[in-house]
């Protein structure tokens, strides 16, 4: 059944929006009458500029509010995520007590020349985050956090060394895409040396959700608002079903 | 000023513990030297450029030194000796080096360099638009400014597109621009060469970029009638390097501290103390101001829990400053506005960690840091978070004022970003104009008993790192519960006890200048 919506100001349907925006032209009627052309282009109606302001000679900011004119239907909307039943902490160490033979190896680090550790600490260290334990802590659970600024072959060179079963990545610096690069250069240097299917390979970070992780050949991308059971939980179960099937 | 009722017996002692703290690091400083004080010095005579790998000639000489000579003796026997048998200029000595026309490992055996003297005249030049950039500024600064000073930031990879949106910014009022480098560029054991265009979270530090944002800042400064100041990073393996760049091209104020470096970037320590070093006698012989990065520890650290923490660093950072003839009026200490907004009363805790930190340090021009861990997607919100930092930096006369972006969760801040918290820090700064004339403490209240303790848990554990010694210190992790181990992090390869023989004329001229300046 068709579900149709717009944004709601006040009113159910009403399609009230907000935006603001620079334009890289002068403060002036033409500015305005550019500013609000451009929102009329994105289907908007009833475009007001409530406010404008020179930013320098040639630079003009502008809020706008606006209807939008066409609904979209919530019926054909999907999210990818990650479909995965989250354990709790003594959960997960039950369930690799009994499906696993050996501690399992988590290895992680911030790469590139990224040098934010926040994220990967408040997976893996022993004290985590919110008050959520860190992977460290786990038992059954080995966790090596290699820091800041590890280059992929020094990671992948590292997660060969350990004998690693999960590989842990996290990018927080996202300007120009930089993540985008530095996480396809691993998963091609994975699979030139034919170890893809070696490591359940996980990513995250602010900007890091579960469909661009796939879209990147990984197995798994968790944002904000995720903990080490979050990421334990996939991960146990991803290995458990990877060592029944291809082994 | 006293608001506080903060001990000056108690800040005394911490100042004196701190002292022991630094001295016995200088002792070790003293005797070392690095490929980057050696290729700052290098700079100083007048090397510059790069060869047709791209390679800069300071790098050429320093690592022809490293591979096929000592480097412990120092760059200046070397040259010195080549000056005295090929009557050439440095740079000229440089290029023959890259042509394998000259191998100076011939001057290894000899004795200590009779012909020192001989680099005077390469010197001079240099030590003369130091001098020359430095009247400049005290001229520039002059003009009427007010502080708080606002500080906003740029950062989009690409200097000419840097170079647009700063002059915006200081159109718009702000008073201090800084250049933010990429990412990767402080673990780079050289300097790139020229204008850039391609950056990563900021734009590439060289000496043609500072020239470039120098030259578009007079400008503005000029049409405004108040100082534009100009903020680089000189933090990192190339610290005394990029301070020589910065004093040569006249920047008011560079990042400059060694802790930061080892912390957040996993320099090893003993490489970066002895760069900090050299760094920061340029710096205050060109009367550049110094920023220190203490802020930075509470996004690692909670920012009430740990705040000691900054204070005992502040000290800290303030006696090796000294060491290196700094006066205190260019001490840029840092401190920040990071308790978790959650915790009730968050605001007058912060009012009194601000207002101790600038009675500790009345001459120092505070840096002090807008909230950044707890700034999230929710914009409106951080609007807020950055008014209530507004008053606080206003309250209790921060001078360089970092300002808070809005969308400080999301990116490195847009052209409109910035014009909307120049607006919010002028509005504050004039509602709030003598307010802190107005304001006194209760003697007896939370806020004064917060810098009091404050103030007493950091005085123990300066006496805690005094114990210990300052390297066993950042083992074990003191600042921002960061761990980094002395012969480990980046850089330790370009570290080398100074033999009998070495000589340093830069360091000792510029010294000799500073003690006929007191
Ligand atoms: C703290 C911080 C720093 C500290 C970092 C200290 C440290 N040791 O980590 C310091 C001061 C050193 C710093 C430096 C820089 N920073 Co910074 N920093 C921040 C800040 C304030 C908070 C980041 C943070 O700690 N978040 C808290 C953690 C817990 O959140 P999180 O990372 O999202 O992690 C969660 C999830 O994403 C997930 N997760 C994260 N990683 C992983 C990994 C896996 C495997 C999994 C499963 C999950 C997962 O789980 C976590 C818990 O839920 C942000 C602004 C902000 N408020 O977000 C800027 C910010 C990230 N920094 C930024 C920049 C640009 C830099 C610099 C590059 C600036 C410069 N040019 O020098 C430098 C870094 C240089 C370098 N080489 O990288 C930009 C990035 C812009 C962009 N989009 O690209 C931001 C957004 C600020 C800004 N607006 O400019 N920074």
């Given at each position: 059944?068709?579900?149709?919506?717009?944004?709601?100001?006040?009113?159910?349907?009403?399609?009230?929006?907000?935006?603001?925006?620079?334009?890289?032209?002068?403060?002036?009627?033409?500015?305005?009458?550019?500013?609000?052309?451009?929102?009329?282009?994105?289907?908007?109606?009833?475009?007001?500029?409530?406010?404008?302001?020179?930013?320098?000679?040639?630079?003009?900011?502008?809020?706008?509010?606006?209807?939008?004119?066409?609904?979209?239907?919530?019926?054909?909307?999907?999210?990818?995520?990650?479909?995965?039943?989250?354990?709790?902490?003594?959960?997960?160490?039950?369930?690799?007590?009994?499906?696993?033979?050996?501690?399992?190896?988590?290895?992680g680090a911030s790469t590139g020349t990224d040098a934010h550790t926040v994220g990967i600490d408040a997976i893996m260290n022993m004290k985590g985050f919110n008050g959520h334990y860190g992977l460290e802590r786990y038992q059954g659970i080995k966790a090596i956090n290699l820091g800041s600024q590890v280059d992929n072959e020094t990671l992948l060179k590292q997660a060969l060394h350990h004998h690693a079963d999960v590989i842990l990545i996290s990018q927080t610096v996202t300007q120009k895409n930089i993540h985008i690069k530095n996480l396809t250069e691993f998963i091609e240097l994975l699979e030139a040396e034919n170890l893809r299917e070696r490591f359940i390979v996980i990513i995250g970070g602010p900007r890091i959700d579960h469909s661009l992780a796939k879209e990147l050949g990984f197995d798994a991308g968790f944002g904000p608002k995720n903990y080490a059971y979050d990421v334990a939980s996939f991960a146990v179960e991803a290995l458990y079903f990877k060592q029944k099937y291809d082994v | 000023m006293n608001k506080l009722y903060l001990n000056q017996q108690t800040i005394n002692a911490a100042r004196l513990t701190a002292k022991k703290i630094a001295d016995s690091v200088q002792t070790f400083i003293d005797q070392h030297t690095t490929i980057s004080v050696e290729r700052a010095l290098c700079r100083m005579l007048g090397i510059d450029g790069v060869n047709a790998l791209d390679i800069p000639y300071p790098n050429i000489i320093v690592d022809h030194i490293k591979d096929n000579a000592d480097l412990s003796k120092g760059?200046?026997?070397?040259?010195?000796?080549?000056?005295?048998?090929?009557?050439?200029?440095?740079?000229?000595?440089?290029?023959?080096?890259?042509?394998?026309?000259?191998?100076?490992?011939?001057?290894?055996?000899?004795?200590?360099?009779?012909?020192?003297?001989?680099?005077?005249?390469?010197?001079?030049?240099?030590?003369?638009?130091?001098?020359?950039?430095?009247?400049?500024?005290?001229?520039?600064q002059l003009k009427p400014s007010k502080t708080p000073l606002k500080y906003v930031i740029v950062a989009t990879g690409n200097i000419y597109e840097d170079v647009k949106q700063a002059v915006a910014a200081a159109k718009q009022g702000a008073d201090i621009i800084a250049v933010i480098r990429t990412t990767g560029q402080s673990l780079l054991d050289y300097v790139p060469y020229g204008n850039t265009v391609e950056g990563f979270g900021g734009t590439y530090a060289t000496q043609a970029n500072f020239a470039t944002m120098r030259v578009a800042l007079d400008q503005v400064s000029d049409d405004q009638n108040r100082p534009i100041y100009l903020v680089n990073y000189a933090s990192g393996l190339c610290m005394s390097e990029i301070a020589v760049m910065g004093a040569l091209e006249r920047l008011d104020m560079m990042l400059n501290d060694a802790l930061y470096g080892i912390i957040f970037r996993d320099i090893n320590m003993q490489r970066t103390f002895i760069d900090q070093y050299f760094s920061r006698v340029i710096s205050a012989y060109s009367g550049i101001t110094i920023n220190t990065g203490e802020d930075n520890y509470l996004t690692t650290s909670d920012a009430f829990l740990e705040a000691h923490t900054v204070l005992a660093s502040q000290f800290i950072n303030e006696q090796f400053a000294l060491n290196a003839h700094m006066k205190k009026s260019l001490m840029g200490l840092g401190h920040a506005y990071e308790i978790d907004p959650a915790m009730p009363n968050s605001f007058l805790y912060e009012i009194a960690q601000a207002q101790m930190a600038r009675e500790i340090f009345p001459e120092a021009p505070l840096k002090y840091m807008p909230p950044t861990k707890h700034m999230t997607g929710d914009i409106f919100q951080g609007v807020i978070q950055n008014a209530l930092f507004n008053i606080t930096a206003v309250s209790t006369d921060q001078t360089i004022h970092l300002l808070g972006m809005l969308t400080e969760a999301i990116h490195t801040p847009f052209m409109s970003d910035r014009a909307q918290a120049l607006k919010n820090a002028q509005y504050i700064a004039s509602a709030f104009q003598d307010f802190s004339k107005e304001i006194k403490f209760d003697e007896n209240g939370m806020i004064v008993a917060r810098a009091q303790s404050v103030l007493s848990e950091a005085n123990q554990l300066l006496s805690s790192i005094k114990n210990m010694g300052l390297f066993t210190a950042l083992e074990n992790g003191v600042f921002a519960s960061t761990k980094r181990q002395m012969t480990s992090g980046k850089g330790l390869e370009g570290v080398f006890k100074k033999h009998a023989v070495y000589r340093n004329p830069v360091l000792e001229l510029m010294k000799k200048a500073m003690a006929g300046d007191v």
């Open positions: 059944m068709k579900q149709l919506i717009r944004p709601y100001g006040d009113t159910l349907n009403d399609g009230k929006i907000q935006l603001s925006f620079t334009l890289p032209i002068a403060c002036n009627k033409k500015g305005e009458a550019s500013a609000k052309a451009l929102v009329e282009s994105l289907g908007i109606r009833d475009v007001s500029v409530v406010h404008s302001e020179a930013l320098d000679d040639a630079f003009s900011y502008y809020i706008i509010y606006g209807t939008v004119a066409n609904p979209i239907d919530i019926e054909n909307i999907t999210v990818e995520t990650v479909d995965q039943a989250v354990m709790s902490k003594d959960a997960i160490e039950a369930y690799i007590k009994e499906k696993f033979d050996k501690e399992l190896v988590f290895i | 760059v200046a026997h070397y040259l010195s000796y080549a000056l005295a048998e090929h009557k050439h200029a440095p740079q000229k000595i440089a290029e023959m080096i890259d042509q394998n026309c000259l191998d100076l490992s011939q001057y290894d055996k000899l004795e200590q360099s009779p012909h020192i003297a001989l680099l005077t005249q390469y010197l001079t030049p240099q030590l003369n638009r130091i001098k020359r950039q430095k009247a400049t500024r005290e001229t520039m």
